[in-house]
């Protein structure tokens, strides 16, 4: 995963984007967190939606034609947006997490996941992640998931 371009998340802002150095060019020594941020924050598309009638499939097309039907790009996150900060709505959320991140326990660049997610006020709720890597480093970071920043 060395040499892919970098992106950075912005708790503030709510968004990623690409990572600079001193210099004012494009870092690409990043690739471990671009790999999660990629992974939470791209739409996958919502399996409980009628292929035929929901009028917001979202998702990325090429998940379509995956050789193996559970082998999708990106998360749910974004079908939390209207949902209620509730203790059974976070544990949902907790298993969103750990769905869209567990390509990395399959394709062994990753040796355990595990997330948390607890209430930060009405409207944010904050992911932990604890990722150790395959050349056993450990990566934390925590992310505050806004409803109204999942749009």
């Known amino acids: 995963m060395d040499g892919l371009i970098a992106l950075v998340y912005d708790n503030d802002t709510y968004q990623a984007d690409l990572a600079l150095d001193e210099n004012g060019l494009i870092r690409q020594d990043g690739a471990f967190e671009t790999a999660v941020i990629i992974s939470l ?3 996958a598309r919502d399996p409980e939606a009628n292929k035929d009638e929901a009028p917001q499939k979202f998702g990325w097309w090429g998940s379509s034609f995956a050789d193996d039907e559970n082998d999708n790009f990106g ?3 974004w079908t ?4 209620k900060n509730t203790p059974a709505e976070r544990s949902r959320l907790n298993g969103t997490l750990q769905d ?3 390509w990395m326990l399959a394709d062994e660049v990753a040796e355990d996941v595990a997330t948390e997610t ?4 009405l409207q944010v709720v904050a992911g932990k992640l604890s990722i150790t890597r395959a ?6 970071s925590i992310w505050e998931i806004q409803r ?3 749009q």
Do not use: M, P, Q, T
């Open 41 to 43: 924050y791209s739409w």
């Open 135 to 140: 050349d056993g480093k450990r990566w934390d």
């Open 148 to 150: 109204d920043a999942i």
């Open 80 to 83: 939390y947006r209207r949902s």
């Open 75 to 77: 998360s749910l996150l």
């Open 118 to 121: 607890e209430r930060f006020d």
């Open 100 to 102: 869209a991140l567990a």
